[in-house]
């Protein structure tokens, strides 16, 4: 973050607009904190808080009713509602405190991605409704293979708007059928021979995004909207009951980001990252003893990419924290800290979360696996929510 400010009326407020081809390490951030509106009375979150939400304030800065963002948010955004967040008895008991699971696993898609993604659709369409889109409908691009394509190919599907997905060339057959099926255009991606280092899926998509597409991302310095309807599962919790501590998984660091920003600075939030890929740890480490407002300048120095990414939770192996900026916000905010996870604590978690009856994969239940160890493990008396965010498939 270079201290750019861009006004909530702005259309497509995508990226910084410092941010170039050769510098990408910029994002910009909703405006979080303050006094917010209150809930409003309906079961879909993206009604109930639409006047927290920034593709809302946007919206109404451009002359859109509130009755107009209600019918869209229940037009585009159908089918969310609060998902279950309970106590569970067998994960309390077993880790002697009160442990709480938030069950993202029947959400839009599967997983909690979709909240994400639907903000940046709502901008899309109120733009278009208003006449103020900068230019005519582009396609949408997501580099992913995942959760995350499985939630924009649904998302995308509702509203007929098309969709490119880059994968790469070792993606799962059985993802790539049920992206085709939704009507995505699925394009698988080798490593080219002059390709700079990276995930070639994610340079192809950067290519779709420079020749027009919109960026349909779950990553805020892709598309900081994203960053905008993510906090909906915060808001969710924090509405639920009084928590002492929430312990979420980490890969890009959207998750863990919003989550944050919704649940407030009265929660500590600690951020789980496994053994196997841990640049946010890394840079925590490495920005210990530095003034917090000069983190973001040294952007290139401390966040890195991870070398050799691996886990069983394969939707945590982002080589970088790409929203690093923002969990290191709601860690500072809330007095927690990045938690490394042994593998074999990982495959733990994901045992003892089956006994709960959810059916959650490696990547959704990582999170659990921060309270197994001694760094994480709750107190007698704590109050401790964990996010199971993703189905099994
Ligand atoms: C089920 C699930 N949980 C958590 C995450 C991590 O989210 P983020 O990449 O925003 O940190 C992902 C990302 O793919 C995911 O699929
Ligand atoms: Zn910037």
């Not at 904190?33 to 209150?38: I, K």
């Not at 997905?165 to 699925?186: F, I, K, Q």
């Amino acid at each position: 973050m270079c201290a750019t400010t861009v006004d909530v009326a702005v259309p497509w407020p995508f990226t910084c607009p410092r941010s170039t081809a050769d510098d990408r390490r910029h994002v910009l951030h909703p405006l979080t904190g303050g006094d917010q509106p209150a809930r409003g009375d309906d079961p879909n979150p993206f009604v109930a808080y639409g006047q927290r939400l920034a593709w809302w304030a946007f919206a109404r800065a451009n002359g859109m009713t509130d009755a107009a963002c209600t019918a869209l948010a229940h037009d585009v955004a159908g089918g969310f509602a609060v998902t279950p967040f309970a106590p569970d008895a067998t994960l309390s008991a077993e880790l002697g405190a009160d442990v709480w699971v938030k069950d993202e696993t029947g959400n839009v898609g599967g997983s909690h991605k979709g909240r994400h993604l639907v903000g940046i659709l709502l901008h899309l369409l109120a733009a278009e409704a208003l006449r103020v889109a900068p230019g005519p409908r582009r396609p949408l691009a997501i580099a992913s293979c995942g959760n995350a394509a499985i939630a924009a190919a649904t998302l995308a599907a509702r509203v007929d708007w098309p969709l490119e997905v880059y994968v790469p060339d070792w993606a799962d057959a059985g993802v790539r059928t049920v992206l085709t099926s939704l009507g995505a255009s699925v394009t698988a991606c080798p490593r080219l021979p002059n390709d700079p280092p990276g995930d070639p899926a994610v340079l192809r998509c950067r290519e779709a995004v420079d020749a027009g597409a919109v960026p349909f991302s779950v990553q805020g310095p892709e598309n900081a909207l994203c960053l905008d309807g993510g906090r909906t599962i915060g808001w969710e919790m924090a509405d639920a009951t009084e928590l002492d501590r929430v312990v979420v998984q980490v890969g890009g660091g959207a998750f863990a980001t919003c989550t944050g920003w919704g649940l407030g600075s009265r929660v500590r939030l600690d951020a789980v990252q496994t053994e196997g890929c841990a640049p946010l740890a890394r840079a925590w480490a490495a920005a210990a003893g530095l003034d917090p407002r000069t983190t973001a300048t040294r952007w290139a120095e401390l966040m890195t990419p991870w070398a050799d990414p691996h886990s069983v939770a394969d939707g945590i192996l982002d080589d970088e924290t790409y929203d690093w900026l923002g969990v290191f916000d709601v860690l500072r905010d809330g007095g927690g800290r990045p938690i490394v996870v042994p593998e074999d604590v990982v495959v733990r978690a994901g045992e003892l979360a089956a006994s709960t009856g959810i059916r959650a994969s490696a990547t959704g239940t990582a999170g659990l696996a921060g309270l197994l160890v001694p760094d994480g493990a709750p107190r007698p008396v704590e109050r401790v929510a964990v996010v199971f965010s993703g189905v099994a498939r």
